[in-house]
């Protein structure tokens, strides 16, 4: 299983980003994806999950100014990020899990149970 991150930068508070993730070595439409952030000195904190239906779940922080979504012929995940703030700045890791044909799981924690595969991260920076 390999997960490719890409579309991390430096951009100022205000500004939008899209982040990509590509995977190859899963049954891609089985998959839950997800993305999870890690600041430095921070613990690592879920950002959103898309499912297999699709649906998706956000949290309370970048719900309305972030927006996930799926391309499951190409198996890439996006993130596309709007009104960035400069404590959205961090290391940006995409992940995969699925507990079985297909997946529904709708919160962060579940979706850490099921030993989810992770990207390399990509770094984003917002400055004020």
């Known amino acids: 299983v390999q997960l490719v991150e890409s579309g991390g930068d430096s951009v100022q508070t205000g500004g939008s980003l899209r982040l990509s993730c590509v995977a190859s070595?899963?049954?891609?439409?089985?998959?839950?994806l997800a993305w999870f952030r890690q600041a430095p000195g921070k613990e690592r904190e879920g950002v959103a999950i898309?499912?297999?239906?699709?649906?998706?779940t956000y949290s309370d922080s970048v719900k309305g100014r972030f927006t996930i979504s799926r391309d499951n012929a190409k198996k890439t995940l996006y993130l596309q990020m709007n009104n960035l703030k400069p404590e959205d700045a961090g290391m940006y890791y995409c992940?995969?899990?699925?507990?079985?044909?297909?997946?529904?799981?709708?919160?962060?924690?579940?979706?850490?149970?099921?030993?989810?595969?992770w990207g390399q991260g990509t770094q984003v920076t917002v400055s004020s």
């Open positions: 070595g899963i049954t891609y439409f089985r998959y839950c």
């Open positions: 992940a995969a899990s699925t507990p079985g044909a297909y997946c529904s799981i709708a919160n962060f924690d579940d979706f850490l149970a099921n030993i989810p595969n």
């Open positions: 898309i499912t297999t239906l699709p649906s998706t």
